[in-house]
């Protein structure tokens, strides 16, 4: 099963084709959302597509919705796009295994005094039909 993103015309955005996504929901220490969105920004995100893991976007909240555990002024939203779960794993385990990564992240999420995420949640997803702009691709 594969997918790609495509723009409202059709045109596809990405040549590689993802059957399968990965919804990254962050807690944020107080105060620190920002410096999280920018460690992506700057470092993170980089080091994820030198390991073949697409960045499929990046977000932050406007609007807090405490139903769902969403407080505009900490959490960081993004979505990264593989092939398959097997590709994630593999792909991702190269990443975390890297020695930037762990000097970029590990680190200092470890050291309490630099520390920018409270709670992270993962949802894996795969595309539902073609009324979506990500479309499954037979």
């Not at 105060?31 to 999280?36: C, E, I, N, Q, W």
């Not at 097997?86 to 930037?100: N, V």
């Not at 920018?116 to 979506?132: F, R, V």
Request: glycine fraction near 6%; charged fraction near 30%.
């Amino acid at each position: 099963m594969r997918s790609a993103l495509l723009e409202s015309n059709g045109a596809a955005l990405n040549k590689e084709t993802f059957g399968f996504y990965e919804l990254r929901v962050y807690t944020a220490q107080a105060g620190k959302r920002d410096a999280l969105a920018a460690r992506f920004a700057s470092r993170t995100a980089a080091r994820y597509a030198r390991h073949g893991i697409t960045n499929v976007g990046y977000w932050i909240p406007l609007e807090s919705d405490p139903e769902l555990g969403i407080n505009a002024a900490n959490t960081f939203i993004y979505m990264r796009g593989y092939p398959s779960k097997e590709e994630r794993d593999k792909r991702l385990k190269a990443a975390h295994d890297d020695p930037e990564f762990d000097e970029v992240v590990t680190r200092q999420e470890r050291n309490p005094d630099t520390k920018l995420i409270i709670k992270a949640h993962n949802i894996d997803m795969m595309p539902s039909g073609t009324y979506s702009a990500v479309t499954l691709l037979k």
